[in-house]
């Protein structure tokens, strides 16, 4: 198995449990609010299909700012439809626990194709590298650029472009998630002023565990300036 979504060989015969609608394969991943799953769905005898599901952690399903910050990322995910985010589809409760149903994504994150590269001391070709960033810097345009049903400008920011947020597909796909600490200037303003303090400080509590493990933050600078300038640096932080 690979990264957060991965791969797994079903010649593995992995054991299975029921989650509402779907069998739970295995376990995929685990951050600080949320795990993630390799679900399969019946939908007919001989007929079934691969999902991620991402849930709140059991420590974490009744806590309230945890389970807003959830809801939060789900509606800023469902109706994002781009080759290079990965494709949220619906956000429910499942047997008690808050839930996501994503696509499973085959292939592994940068972070471990970083990895790799060191462990064999070698080095990302320039045209595999401009790949990568062509396909990433789409996918931040088109968020940069969304606009609703009303054709309202939601103005999102990502917030979290990290390697560890970028997934590498086996077919050369690149697709970004993890919308967790996103920010939107499209939502109503007392939803909003009451929703980026929440967001600021569930993050800082994830994001001090995960600088302690190491990991990369590419656009913690700019997370308190203004949404519009957010944008362009967002942009500039990849770049």
């Known amino acids: 198995m690979n990264g957060p ?9 992995p054991a299975v449990r029921q ?9 995929l991943g685990v951050g600080g609010m949320a795990e993630t799953w390799l679900a399969l769905r019946r939908v007919a005898p001989g007929v079934h299909k691969f999902l991620a599901l991402k849930c709140i952690l059991p420590a974490c399903n009744d ?9 939060h990322e789900a ?21 008690g626990r808050h839930t996501m149903v994503m696509e499973y ?13 060191r462990e064999r001391k070698v080095k990302m070709p320039l045209e595999v590298a401009s790949w990568i960033g062509v396909q990433i810097l789409e996918a931040l345009d088109y968020l940069h650029q969304y606009r609703d049903d009303a054709g309202e400008w ?5 917030r979290d472009v990290t390697p560890d947020n970028i997934f590498v597909c086996y077919d050369g796909l690149c697709r970004l998630f993890d919308f967790g600490v996103a920010r939107s200037g499209g939502i109503d303003n007392d939803i909003q002023r009451g929703m980026i303090p929440l967001i600021d400080r569930v993050s800082d509590r ?5 600088v ?12 308190h300036a203004g949404l519009e300038e957010d944008v362009q640096k967002e942009l500039d932080s990849f770049v």
Not at 63 to 71: M, T
Not at 212 to 223: I, N, S, Y
Request: glycine share 8%; hydrophobic share 40%; with cysteine.
């Open 63 to 71: 806590v309230a700012e945890y389970v807003r910050l959830f809801y």
């Open 206 to 210: 994830i994001r001090s565990d995960t």
């Open 5 to 13: 979504f991965g791969e797994i060989g079903m010649s593995e015969a």
């Open 19 to 27: 989650f509402g609608p779907y069998d739970l394969i295995t376990r």
């Open 75 to 95: 509606g800023i995910s469902l109706n994002l439809e781009h080759p290079n985010i990965i494709s949220v589809w619906d956000c429910s409760v499942i047997d």
């Open 212 to 223: 302690a493990d190491g990991k990369e933050l590419r656009c913690d600078a700019e997370r």
């Open 105 to 117: 994504l085959r292939g592994v994150t940068l972070r471990e194709v970083f990895v790799r590269m």
């Open 154 to 158: 939601l103005q999102i920011v990502h």
